[in-house]
Nanobody, 121 residues
Framework: QEQLVESGGGLVQPGGSLRLSCAAS????????MGWYRQTPGKQRELVAR???????KYVDSVKGRFTISRDNAKNTVYLQMNSLKPEDTAVYYC???????????????WGQGTQVTVSS
């Protein structure tokens, strides 16, 4: 079972950038697809970006062209580079491994504490 620790969130002005990191402990990080989710109060957690073990990426339309997910298997870490941030990107961001199928993934591990991203002037 991987343990996940997210970091890198903060307060940023609209149009700004942040880079989130997610460090995973355990020995199986490199074989899992990984994803970044976000959640706002009263809403379900949303998978916004994912990357396969081989580096293929996919994004939801609302972040496409602005967010970039990447991974460093040697460091057991997955990143989310967020550019051109908007107030609607404000959320708690979580990472997780992805089980299930490509078309129907589910979170594979216990959730970490997440990292708060606030986009506001």
């Amino acid at each position: 079972q991987e343990q996940l620790v997210e970091s890198g969130g903060g307060l940023v002005q609209p149009g700004g950038s942040l880079r989130l990191s997610c460090a995973a402990s355990g020995s199986r990080f490199s074989v899992y697809a990984m994803g970044w989710y976000r959640q706002t109060p009263g809403k379900q957690r949303e998978l916004v970006a994912r990357i396969t073990s081989g580096g293929i990426t996919k994004y939801v339309d609302s972040v496409k062209g602005r967010f970039t997910i990447s991974r460093d298997n040697a460091k057991n870490t997955v990143y989310l580079q967020m550019n051109s941030l908007k107030p609607e990107d404000t959320a708690v961001y979580y990472c997780n491994g992805l089980g299930g199928t490509y078309s129907d993934p589910y979170p594979a591990f216990s959730w970490g504490q997440g990292t708060q991203v606030t986009v506001s002037s």
